[in-house]
T-cell receptor
Framework: DGGITQSPKYLFRKEGQNVTLSCEQN?????MYWYRQDPGQGLRLIYYSQIVNDFQKGDIAEGYSVSREKKESFPLTVTSAQKNPTAFYLCASTWAADPYTQYFGPGTRLTVL | EDQVTQSPEALRLQEGESSSLNCSYTVSGLRGLFWYRQDPGKGPEFLFTLYSAGEEKEKERLKATLTKKESFLHITAPKPEDSATYLCAVRAPGGDMRFGAGTRLTVKP
């Protein structure tokens, strides 16, 4: 069963903690993306990666970091430098044959305690 | 600056009451307009891609249309299971995707 998985579904973070959100895809997609969704706002791009070992900052990269060591995996770390991390985080991917259509994972809801 | 505006923010319909959702954009050189459906607490589900003015696409009770400035998502005879937030996104020539804030649709039985 092909798809994009994100884990955990819910995550709680204490002040000063770094946390890592997982995103895995078995669709053989080339590019992967991380978005943040806040109530009443459109999705905002955090980071994206077109190929392994390469990634670019999106509109709101400050306080976040990523890695792309494997084609199927694109974890996002929310660092303590991110002052307002409570949000719904969405991972997406695209494949080379249709690079414009993004397919999304189920999301991770991060809450700061 | 590229912008995407969706209206209305929320829409309540009776089952069977047809209506339309609007997505207006200010992107020059559109490289695609995308519609997604998002259920509460879940990731967006891809519905349609439109590339040029005049293009239309249909899926069950949904029909998406595109002009040079806006797109409409027409919902014909909606059912309660059509209740969701509908997101619109546009891709600019640089490759960036810009998302609207969505329209929250509620269909009452």
């Amino acid at each position: 069963d092909g798809g994009i998985t994100q884990s955990p579904k819910y995550l709680f973070r204490k002040e000063g903690q770094n946390v890592t959100l997982s995103c895995e895809q078995n669709l053989n997609h080339d590019a992967m993306y991380w978005y943040r969704q806040d109530p009443g706002q459109g999705l905002r791009l955090i980071y994206y990666s077109q190929i392994v070992n390469d990634f670019q900052k999106g509109d709101i990269a400050e306080g976040y970091s990523v890695s792309r060591e494997k084609k199927e995996s694109f974890p996002l770390t929310v660092t303590s430098a991110q002052k307002n991390p409570t949000a719904f985080y969405l991972c997406a991917s695209t494949w080379a044959a249709d690079p414009y259509t993004q397919y999304f994972g189920p999301g991770t809801r991060l809450t700061v305690l | 600056e590229d912008q995407v505006t969706q209206s209305p923010e929320a829409l309540r319909l009776q089952e069977g009451e047809s209506s339309s959702l609007n997505c207006s954009y200010t992107v020059s050189g559109l490289r695609g307009l995308f519609w997604y459906r998002q259920d509460p607490g879940k990731g967006p589900e891809f519905l349609f891609t439109l590339y040029s003015a005049g293009e239309e696409k249909e899926k069950e009770r949904l029909k998406a249309t595109l002009t040079k400035k806006e797109s409409f998502l027409h919902i014909t005879a909606p059912k309660p299971e059509d209740s969701a937030t509908y997101l619109c996104a546009v891709r600019a020539p640089g490759g960036d995707m810009r998302f609207g804030a969505g329209t929250r649709l509620t269909v009452k039985p």
